[in-house]
Structures are given as C-alpha cells and as structure tokens.
C-alpha cells in the first residue's frame, strides 16, 4: 500500500463549482498534512496545511482531515481557470508525495 | 533571494557524459530532499541528505546515481554516463526540521539527454 494516495484524475469542473480533491494515507500516526500546487512546468507550491480534525478555510480553499478515516481533502470553491493544476497532497513525516490530481477548471 | 536555488536551470548533455546538479537550500534549512519528475508524472522521491550525511536514498537508482550536501557548499547530484531515459525534471526541496514537511522547493533542473 502507498504511504499517500491520491485519485491522478484529470478531474474537471466547470468555471465557478467547487473542486474537491481527496487524499488517503496509511499510517495513523502522521500528524499533519499538507497540500501542494503545481503548474505545468512549474515547481510544487505550498498552499495549505492542516492539523486537527475538522475544516480548515483559506479564502477559496477549505482543507478537511478525518484522522479516524485517513483521508485529508482539499475544497475550492468558485473554481477559477487559473486552478488549473495538479495538486499534491503529503504527510507530515514523509516526504514521499501523493501522485497528485491533475485538475482542469473550464471557463 | 533566501529561497531554494537551483543550477542550472537547463542542462544538455550527450549519452555517456557527467551530469552534475547543484541545490542550495533555503537559508536555516538543514534538510534537502531530491526529486526527480518525468513529463505527466508525479514527483518520485530520490535522496533525503543533512549536511555531510546520506539519510534515506531509497528512490535512487542503484548504478550512476550518487548525491552529496558537503558541510561547505550546495548538494550535488551526480549523474555519470547519463542515458536518454535520465531526461526528466529534476527538483531539489528544503525543510527546517526532520519532519520532512512543509518542504520549500526550488525551480528545477530540465536535464536534456541527446
């Protein structure tokens, strides 16, 4: 079993939905979880993080994480074309990263 | 600039010759990570190095392949006699912390073999 794993989509919304992208990991110690940004051609960025249990909302993105269940998920909502990109998710104490969803935002 | 700094940005080698990959990390960053990314593909773990030692290299390649983080210095990454199949994006990342997380990268090598 991958240590995190993520649906490689693509995943495609129209202009304006919501976005969700979802995330599982294996071992239940991990404590914190982070997603990455990347366009193509581009490096991974950082855009969220989360800790607790719950709903964690940055502007447009809301990351949620259920510890019980091991999957962590990122929402945007108001999907924008500029969204476009493969997002990545990862672990606290790994640094092996999810493969990733590719995700297109149509206008 | 205190972020990852990368060089170069372009590298064109021919079969058979020395790549060499050069990573400073972020500044306060003791921890550097290797990746290497084909075109359409995830991110593919290689080496975790602190300085002046190997810590994981499960992702690396068992012949030709070899990293280094000096105590002075950027950490290398080396390819010898490259191959068609070594072109790839290669991107170097830094932490803080042994947490390995959140790791700050920088813009990539593009390693073209002819």
């Known amino acids: 079993q991958k240590e995190v794993e993520q649906n490689s989509g693509p995943l495609s919304v129209p202009e304006g939905a919501i976005a969700s992208l979802n995330c599982t990991y294996s071992?239940?110690?991990?404590?914190?979880f982070f997603w990455y940004r990347q366009y193509s051609g581009k490096s991974p960025e950082l855009i969220m993080f989360?800790?607790?249990?719950g709903d964690k909302e940055d502007g447009r993105f809301t990351a949620q994480l259920n510890k019980a269940s091991q999957y962590v998920s990122l929402l945007i909502r108001d999907s924008q074309p500029s969204d476009s990109a493969t997002y990545l998710c990862?672990?606290?104490?790994?640094?092996?990263f999810g493969s990733g969803t590719k995700l297109n935002v149509k206008p | 600039n205190a972020g990852v700094m990368q060089n170069p940005r372009h590298l064109v080698r021919r079969r058979g010759q020395e790549a060499r990959l050069r990573c400073s990390p972020m500044k306060g960053h003791s921890h550097v990570y290797w990746y290497r990314q084909l075109p359409e593909e995830g991110l593919k773990f290689m080496v975790y190095l602190q300085k002046e030692n190997i810590i994981d290299e499960s992702g690396m390649p068992k012949e030709r392949f070899s990293a280094e983080f000096p105590k002075e210095g950027p950490s290398i990454l080396r390819i010898q006699q490259v191959v068609r199949g070594d072109s790839a994006a290669y991107f170097c990342?830094?932490?803080?912390?042994?947490?390995?997380?959140?790791?700050?990268f920088g813009d990539g090598t593009r390693l073209s073999i002819l």
């Open positions: 990342a830094s932490s803080a912390n042994r947490d390995a997380q959140p790791q700050h």
């Open positions: 990862a672990v606290s104490d790994k640094f092996y």
């Open positions: 989360i800790y607790s249990n």
């Open positions: 071992d239940r110690g991990s404590q914190s």
